[in-house]
Nanobody, 115 residues
């Protein structure tokens, strides 16, 4: 199967930056989509950003201009650079991969932005 391990969450003041990283291992197809989702307490899990192996990206509206998703296909890693963080970005962030028609999730990493 596929395993995802995230790192990089933490506590930051509003206006600060954090960089999340995720490493995927296991049976991963040559074409896949990796991304980040987040879930705040009491809310549904929502998409933050995705990136294909070809480098095509997609962002939720609130992330545009502040967050940048990138990946290294040789290492099956994906990163999310988050700048100008706001208290409303506080959530558990989950790494995701869609490969060979299957969805896999990481265990989540907590991001807390204080005002």
């Amino acid at each position: 199967q596929v395993q995802l391990v995230e790192s990089g969450g933490g506590l930051v003041q509003a206006g600060g930056s954090l960089r999340l990283s995720c490493v995927a291992s296991g049976r991963i197809s040559s074409f896949n989509v990796m991304g980040w989702y987040r879930q705040a307490p009491g809310n549904k899990r929502e998409l933050v950003a995705t990136i294909t192996t070809g480098g095509t990206t997609d962002y939720t509206e609130s992330a545009k201009g502040r967050f940048t998703i990138s990946r290294d296909n040789t290492k099956n890693t994906v990163h999310l650079q988050m700048n100008s963080l706001k208290p409303e970005d506080t959530a558990d962030y989950y790494c995701h991969i869609l490969t060979s028609g299957y969805n896999y999730w990481g265990q989540g990493t907590q991001v807390t932005v204080s005002s």
